[in-house]
């Protein structure tokens, strides 16, 4: 089975820095890969899927970007973060049949 | 637009209660799962539910699929504080969809002691 790797777990920065958020995956290849969004702990906003390296389509207008350069790692990134980008960022690995994401551990992000 | 409406958005019971959590929709889908999770961490996977009118029982908690699939429930016998957390649902339509999911807006329940 696979195990996804987030990091970092926690992260702390100004408005106007830049971000790079990173999701490894374990146990499985070419897997498709997910970014959500939660916030104060309710549902889960998808962000970003990939469905294979290089290949990134994007759920939502937004200040953030995705990249996948190689098959099992998925990276989260902006240029200049705002307050609202503050949130738990959630990666996940997808089950072919039937269907079922499993999630890596989140990184809290607080931009200030 | 696939939408789930998950209700209630919350629930506070005394242990050993039951209680039940609903995820509505208009659209069918092809697999149900249900999640739990804990403060800071990620949601883990309790159950996939794929055929309509499906009842899967994992110890005290029961989940059901409607017959339409368009509906789930999961059902907690005798609650007990272990099982405070939040309770998400997701439905995968299948098909293209290149297996993105759609989530209620979650189920957060406190079991007090």
């Known amino acids: 089975s696979q195990t996804i790797h987030q990091w970092p777990a926690t992260l702390v920065q100004p408005v106007g820095s830049p971000l790079s958020l990173e999701c490894t995956v374990e146990?499985?290849?070419?897997?498709?890969l997910y970014w959500y969004r939660q916030a104060a702990g309710r549902g889960l906003q998808l962000l970003f899927y990939?469905?294979?390296?290089?290949?990134i389509s994007s759920e939502v207008p937004q200040n953030l970007s995705a990249s996948r350069p190689q098959d099992r790692q998925f990276i989260l990134s902006s240029k200049k973060l705002l307050l609202s980008d503050s949130g738990f960022y959630l990666c996940?690995?997808?089950?072919?049949?039937?269907?079922?994401?499993?999630f890596g551990p989140g990184t809290r992000l607080t931009v200030t | 637009t696939q939408l789930l409406e998950q209700s209630p958005q919350f629930l506070s019971i005394q242990e050993g209660e039951n209680l039940t959590v609903y995820c509505n929709s208009s659209s069918v889908f092809s697999s149900l799962q249900w999640y739990r999770q804990e403060p800071g961490e990620g949601p883990v996977l309790l159950v996939t539910?794929?055929?309509?009118?499906e009842v899967k029982k994992l110890k005290r908690l029961t989940f059901q699929f409607g017959d339409a699939r368009k509906d789930s429930s999961l059902h907690i016998t005798a609650a007990q504080p272990g099982d405070t957390g939040l309770y998400l649902c997701?439905?995968?339509?299948?098909?293209?969809?290149?297996?993105?999911?759609?989530f209620g807006q979650g189920t957060i329940l406190t079991v007090h002691p």
């Open positions: 996940a690995c997808l089950e072919e049949w039937p269907y079922e994401q499993y």
């Open positions: 146990g499985t290849s070419n897997p498709n």
């Open positions: 990939s469905v294979g390296i290089g290949q």
């Open positions: 997701a439905g995968a339509a299948g098909g293209t969809s290149y297996g993105k999911l759609t």
């Open positions: 539910v794929v055929t309509g009118g």
